[in-house]
């Protein structure tokens, strides 16, 4: 039977309908862009080299030089793993798609950027969903990850570091995950966009890739790397995955942008990556402590987790208060833009009762969102 219920994309649907639109704006989750004259300081002879770039279709899997630019980054996979996407949005896509069937089930957790969710659910599977714990630090709750992922899953949807809350998966979840997953045969899809965007300065989180062997990987250089309007992402996978979402990929935009690919290698320059990595870690460094601030005089009111990673903070705003009515409230009486919290929640998991924001934005625009989400509570 044809399915015949659409499930719109709600975070993204709230970025278009609203972004742009408002004087401050804590909605973002991309860090602060670079421009081609920061990649030119970085790699001199940048923009010349861009300049004299013959804008004829890329290879459609992506460039060599890319390709195997980004493998470098996945411990044993090499460039044939590697399919270079618009951005990870279209990663998700295909390979979602090219590996869930109608009447299949998935399990995914939340709450989550919620992609592969509405994706899963529009082609007619469906999902099941292993909640992160808010009273346990949002840690993954194991209990429910057994129970959720039965003989009819085919896919685990895992997002490390997590938009929105910025946990890390640590050691045990993630053997706990694989192992849920070798059970049944299922592949995990691993959104790892948000990787390099650690907060403790350490190693970069390691990519789920290499821990079990039906993993597809997804990442972007829309976080850490500073260039989201580039628009290339990229999966990892086993080679005969991999062809499942390339024959997708092949419909859908035939190739990423040449220009984009041209921008991304320079940003795969092992000279240049670690440097963007820097970069973007350093807008991390103060605006949490802001954020807390203002938690810490509200604390019968509001209460938040320190991001392990992201720039992202996933705020209660205690009993009774709704973020999408919240959240309202501050665009139309503060002009200031905030994530509602329903957005990144599943259907068995409400969360209402959060706002996300990014603290990684310049400083006087997080104090003045900070001062009108105080003022609203007042
Ligand atoms: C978890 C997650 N996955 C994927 C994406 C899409 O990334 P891209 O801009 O590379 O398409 C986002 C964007 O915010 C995200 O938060």
Request: net charge negative; hydrophobic share 45%.
């Amino acid at each position: 039977m044809p399915q015949t219920e659409f499930f719109p994309f709600e975070s993204e649907r709230y970025q278009s309908d609203f972004e742009g639109r408002h004087g401050t704006d804590l909605s973002g989750s991309g860090g602060r862009p670079l421009r081609l004259v920061d990649l030119e300081d970085l790699k001199p002879g940048t923009i010349a080299r861009l300049s004299e770039e013959g804008w004829g279709y890329p290879p459609v899997p992506g460039t060599e030089a890319l390709r195997a630019g980004i493998a470098v980054q996945y411990p044993g996979a090499s460039p044939e793993n590697v399919l270079v996407t618009v951005g990870a949005a279209e990663a998700n896509l295909i390979a979602t798609t090219g590996l869930v069937a109608p009447g299949d089930r998935i399990a995914a957790m939340v709450p989550h950027y919620l992609q592969i969710h509405g994706i899963a659910r529009n082609l007619g599977a469906t999902v099941d969903e292993i909640p992160l714990r808010p009273d346990r630090g949002w840690a993954l709750d194991l209990d429910v990850l057994d129970r959720a992922v039965g003989e009819k899953t085919k896919l685990i949807a895992i997002c490390s570091p997590n938009n929105p809350t910025g946990r890390v998966l640590d050691t045990a979840e993630r053997a706990a995950v694989i192992a849920a997953a070798d059970r049944v045969g299922a592949w995990i899809l691993s959104d790892e966009v948000y990787t390099g965007l650690e907060r403790d300065a350490g190693a970069e989180t390691a990519s789920l890739w290499g821990d079990y062997d039906k993993v597809v990987a997804v990442g972007s250089l829309s976080k850490a790397l500073g260039l989201p309007g580039a628009r290339i992402g990229w999966l990892v996978a086993p080679r005969a995955a991999l062809q499942l979402a390339w024959r997708r990929h092949e419909y859908a935009v035939i190739s990423a942008g040449s220009f984009d690919m041209a921008v991304a290698e320079v940003a795969f320059d092992p000279a240049v990556r670690p440097a963007l990595v820097a970069r973007a870690r350093g807008f991390l460094a103060s605006g949490f402590d802001k954020v807390a601030a203002l938690v810490a005089r509200h604390p019968n009111r509001l209460s938040v987790t320190e991001p392990q990673a992201t720039s992202l903070c996933f705020i209660g705003l205690g009993a009774g208060v709704g973020g999408a009515d919240f959240a309202r409230r501050l665009r139309e009486e503060r002009d200031t833009l905030v994530m509602p919290g329903s957005v990144f929640g599943g259907q068995d998991f409400d969360t209402d009762g959060f706002v996300r924001i990014t603290h990684a934005v310049a400083e006087d625009r997080l104090e003045r969102g900070l001062a009108a989400i105080e003022a609203l509570l007042n």
